[in-house]
Nanobody
């Protein structure tokens, strides 16, 4: 089992920045990618960013050039630096641990509890 604990959400004005953190504990066998999803009421959860152990990174088009995902493998922690935030970034953000195969298919295995990010003036 893997436990994922997120922190860093909150209220920020448009154009502001936030950094989310997700600390993983437990057995991470079978996990080779960590990332972030977000969800708003009435919509499906969507991938925001994912970083694989290989170093490969994927971003949603809507956050490219504004968000940056990084990992501290020594601390089993993944971060999401969010800059130039927009009201449409408002969502619950979930940390995710996955296994991604060589052909690019990822199986989501573990989720954090979610942290609210609200972008509003």
């Amino acid at each position: 089992q893997v436990q994922l604990v997120e922190s860093g959400g909150g209220l920020v004005q448009p154009g502001g920045s936030l950094r989310l953190s997700c600390a993983a504990s437990g057995s991470i066998f079978g996990i080779n990618a960590m990332g972030w999803y977000r969800q708003v009421p009435g919509k499906d959860r969507e991938l925001v960013a994912r970083k694989r152990n290989s170093g490969r990174i994927n971003y949603a088009d809507s956050v490219k050039d504004r968000f940056t995902i990084s990992r501290d493998n020594a601390k089993n922690t993944v971060y999401l630096q969010m800059n130039s935030l927009k009201p449409e970034d408002t969502a619950v953000y979930y940390c995710n641990a996955a296994y991604c195969s060589g052909d690019g298919v990822c199986l989501n295995r573990y989720w954090g509890q979610g942290t609210q990010v609200t972008v509003s003036s």
